[in-house]
């Protein structure tokens, strides 16, 4: 699976940013799509992830009530759309595959995953 994350930038306190991640090369039926996140000097963290073939999505509880992921299955692309963003939120976005292996689990662990894009940088500004 390859994938393909777009849409970072430059933001305010409060501001919304979408992200995009377009996957290609395998069909995505039985593979959970999630993002990441990663902050200068420290580790890549779980944000949000969805099961591809159906379900309730899994969110980081940073983030629940404010980011939303989604999905066109027409497109392979999953976003995240992101709402009242803090700077605590500035980090390299990732997103990533993780092929099923029991049905309806996912881990939160990103050295578990599978397939990651290349990263697009959030920065919130103060």
């Known amino acids: 699976v390859q994938l393909q994350a777009s849409g970072g930038g430059l933001v305010q306190t409060g501001d919304s940013l979408r992200l995009s991640c377009a996957a290609s090369g395998r069909t995505l039926s039985n593979y959970a799509m999630g993002w990441f996140r990663q902050a200068p000097g420290k580790e890549r963290v779980f944000v949000a992830a969805?099961?591809?073939?159906?379900?309730?999505?899994f969110y980081a509880d940073s983030v629940k009530g404010r980011f939303t992921i989604s999905k066109d299955d027409a497109k392979n692309t999953v976003y995240l759309q992101m709402s009242s963003l803090k700077p605590e939120d500035t980090a390299i976005y990732y997103c990533?595959?993780?092929?099923?292996?029991?049905?309806?689990?996912?881990?939160?662990?990103?050295?578990?995953?599978?397939?990651w894009g290349q990263g697009t940088q959030v920065t919130v500004s103060s």
């Open positions: 969805l099961i591809w073939s159906g379900g309730s999505p």
């Open positions: 990533a595959a993780l092929f099923i292996r029991v049905p309806h689990t996912i881990t939160w662990s990103p050295e578990r995953w599978d397939y």
